[in-house]
């Protein structure tokens, strides 16, 4: 028997399979079969309207539940919040910091007076004046004053009311009354502006030195010497000393607590050589970090003479975070010498402080409006030649290289323009970026002292002292100049202040997925079948596009013939 059998086949094979033959036959599988709570019953539930209406109200009230919550965690995690961590752990060594100590007195009247130069004749002039006007403001005679400082304030023109260069009402047009002004405080401009003219030949050689000053030196029982200090001259205290500097040279550590194992200092302070602007008698001892402007006046201890006095410091370390979360920063040396205007301050390498940033700033202000460099902070730095040139160019200053000083004690000019400044400073009205260091070690201090030398010991530092210094002294004069001060590590310990990311990027995907979870039942499974979804019609777009292009092309049917029995 012969059959046959006739099929029409489609060489073109436009058949289906994975993923339907229309979008909406694409998407309405997707939906059926999606693990999304909520989309699926809208259209299991295609029969029923009132069901179909309430899941589609459910979930539209999910979606604005997540929107809401999800604008929250946006909003929190753009806020860059961050927490504190405070830790202490018992260190094995601990870093030592470095030591300033300055004689309260900042020059040796001595030394002025056997000087010929005529800078520091007018120095002496200048610390004495204000005083004697005191005296005679008070009902003393003004012939009281005598000699060669007589002669020198005759000559040079200096006295009271017009010689300060002000005003018959004595107030500016800023409203400072000058006028009353202390002598005490006439007294330290009028030392100040002198003092900075000098060179730094000059300001060191009149200072209190190291031989006289350093009776006795001694380094976890080792003794020490002036060579393990770094001599330096500061603005208001003059010679200054630093133990432990840094600065091309190891730095020294301790491995236990305890005043044995810190530095202690004998010293000689010699007030007969005091000058009259110095009211108290004493040392000043700075702690800091190694490497770093030690500023006396706002951070020193003040050492009493005739006392012992401990100080025993413990160590802590502020660790902070950098931008977005926080505002520190990593300073390169280039940004250091932008920023910092102590970093070429005589011989020493001082990095980045706020400190020492915030005076450099004010110094620019008073650079750029004044033309003039208050003598309280360095005049010459590349972080202020922008603001001499500036001072320049408004022609407020002669010269872009050669600094001229602020007249804080003569000049009415000066004086105000400065006092405007320094106002506008106190009032917030100058910007100053200085952010802080991202690692920065700090110390703090307990104090405590006792009477020295002792009643049995004071004889055999009388003897030792009248010939280390080679003067005659007795016990008063002794005990009203000599000191022993110890610096030591109370402990071991170093706390640590870390400032850390409180909501990271992990934290807001972890609250996400919660949310996402919570309002939609939405997961990364649900996400991967998103992304099957456009993979099936896509690929329905690129067929149907393959067949557009042949829309004239007609597939030819074959006839196939078979035959059975």
């Not at 028997?1 to 036959?25: A, I, W, Y």
């Not at 040279?249 to 491995?255: G, L, P, Y």
């Not at 149907?544 to 030819?556: A, F, G, I, L």
């Amino acid at each position: 028997m012969n059959l046959t059998n006739e099929m029409d086949v489609d060489v073109e094979g436009g058949g289906g399979g994975g993923g339907g033959g229309s979008v909406g036959e694409i998407w309405t599988e997707a939906l059926e079969n999606t693990t999304a709570h909520g989309l699926g019953n809208v259209l299991r539930y295609r029969n029923s309207k009132s069901r179909r209406i309430m899941w589609i109200l459910l979930f539209l009230a999910g979606l604005g539940a997540l929107i809401y919550f999800v604008s929250q965690l946006a909003v929190k995690y753009f806020e860059w919040p961050t927490e504190t961590d405070v830790t202490v752990e018992l260190e094995p060594r601990l870093d030592f910091p470095a030591v300033t100590i300055c004689n309260e007195n900042p020059v040796k009247r001595s030394q002025i007076a056997a000087s010929s130069s005529s800078s520091l004749n007018n120095l002496l002039v200048e610390v004495t004046r204000n005083r004697r006007a005191s005296t005679s403001a008070l009902g003393s005679s003004v012939a009281s004053i005598s000699g060669l400082s007589a002669a020198l304030i005759s000559a040079t023109g200096l006295g009271t009311g017009s010689a300060l260069g002000l005003s018959s009402t004595g107030t500016s047009s800023s409203g400072h009354d000058y006028l009353s002004k202390s002598s005490r405080t006439q007294s330290l401009d009028q030392f100040q502006y002198q003092f900075a003219k000098l060179n730094d030949t000059e300001r060191m050689a009149i200072g209190h030195n190291m031989t006289t000053f350093l009776v006795d030196c001694s380094w976890q029982g080792y003794p020490c010497d002036k060579s393990n200090f770094t001599e330096f001259s500061d603005y208001k205290y003059g010679n200054c000393f630093i133990f432990n500097s840094g600065m091309n040279k190891t730095v020294r550590s301790a491995a236990r607590g305890g005043h044995t194992y810190g530095l202690s200092l004998e010293l000689y302070i010699e007030q007969d050589e005091y000058i009259m602007t110095t009211e108290s008698a004493g040392v000043r001892v700075t702690i800091h970090e190694q490497n770093s402007m030690p500023f006396a006046e706002e951070h020193s201890i003040v050492v009493a003479p005739g006392k012992h006095t401990s100080i025993g410091i413990s160590k802590k370390r502020f660790v902070r975070i950098d931008s977005p979360y926080g505002d520190c920063k990593n300073y390169t040396e280039e940004e250091n010498y932008e920023l910092n205007a102590y970093s070429e301050y005589y011989n020493l390498i001082v990095n980045y402080s706020r400190e020492a940033c915030f005076k450099t700033c004010l110094q620019r202000q008073i650079i750029r409006d004044c033309g003039c460099a208050h003598p309280s902070y360095p005049a010459n730095a590349t972080a202020l030649q922008a603001s001499w040139n500036i001072a320049y160019n408004k022609n407020l200053t002669n010269s872009r290289d050669d600094p001229v000083l602020c007249n804080i004690a003569n000049s009415t000019t000066h004086i105000e323009c400065v006092d405007n400044i320094v106002d506008m400073y106190k009032k917030g009205q100058i910007t100053c970026d200085c952010p802080p260091k991202c690692v920065e070690d700090t110390f703090e201090a307990s104090v405590s002292s006792m009477r020295w030398p002792s009643d049995v010991y004071q004889m055999e530092m009388l003897q030792t002292l009248s010939a280390y210094v080679n003067t005659d002294l007795d016990l008063l004069k002794m005990r009203r100049n000599v000191l022993k001060v110890e610096i030591f590590y109370r402990d071991m310990n170093l706390e640590t202040v870390t400032t850390n990311v409180a909501y990271s990027l992990t934290d807001l995907g972890s609250d996400l997925g919660g949310n996402l979870g919570l309002w939609l039942g939405v997961s990364v499974l649900t996400a991967c079948e998103l992304f099957n979804l456009i993979l099936d019609v896509i690929q329905l777009a690129l067929r149907n596009h393959k067949k557009n292009s042949k829309n004239n092309h007609v597939s030819p049917v074959h006839k196939i013939t078979t035959k059975g029995f």
